[in-house]
């Protein structure tokens, strides 16, 4: 007997609460190209940053602007806070993980100051990006209003 092995749909939320748009609203070449990969971002209202997925905290830069969590089942998803926000060098943002330490939806990653972001004239908005596209089939992004690891934000099917 062959078991197929059905495309389920599997979910990215929110990893911070505000408003959802598509990448290309990224003041960003970098993020509205998808030159890292696909997905959305988040228009902070607060700067409370939580894993969007169930997995492990991949990478964690000393400037704690930005993280890499891998999902239990695979994906690489990048967190970005802000825009040219690693020139801060770690101001405005407390960091609440490690690389390598297993987490859970909703889990924070980082608490950023985001008036602290706006007075250094920078954009706080969250890009959020699989960056091993090569693993799914297909992406799709929700906009409107998201709260922070309860609203889904991207919906993807493995390969």
Do not use: W
């Not at 950023?112 to 089939?137: C, F, H, Q, S, Y």
């Amino acid at each position: 007997m062959i078991f197929h092995k059905k495309e389920k749909s599997c979910a990215i939320y929110a990893p911070v609460s505000g408003k959802a748009v598509e990448l290309s609203q990224v003041p960003d070449e970098v993020f509205s190209g998808k030159v890292l990969g696909d997905g959305a971002a988040v228009i902070p209202e607060d700067g409370t940053i939580v894993s969007p997925v169930d997995g492990t905290v991949a990478t964690v830069p000393d400037t704690h602007h930005a993280y890499y969590v891998r999902s239990k089942d695979g994906l690489e998803i990048l967190i970005h806070v802000g825009i040219d926000t690693v020139d801060l060098k770690g101001e405005g943002f407390q960091n609440f993980v490690k690389a390598g330490q297993n987490i859970k939806t909703g889990d924070i990653l980082v608490k950023a100051d985001l008036n602290l972001i706006r007075e250094k004239g920078l954009n706080p908005i969250v890009p959020v990006v699989i960056t091993n596209m090569d693993a799914v089939n297909r992406i799709s992004a929700t906009k409107g209003i998201m709260e922070a690891g309860k609203t889904t934000l991207i919906t993807y099917e493995r390969k």
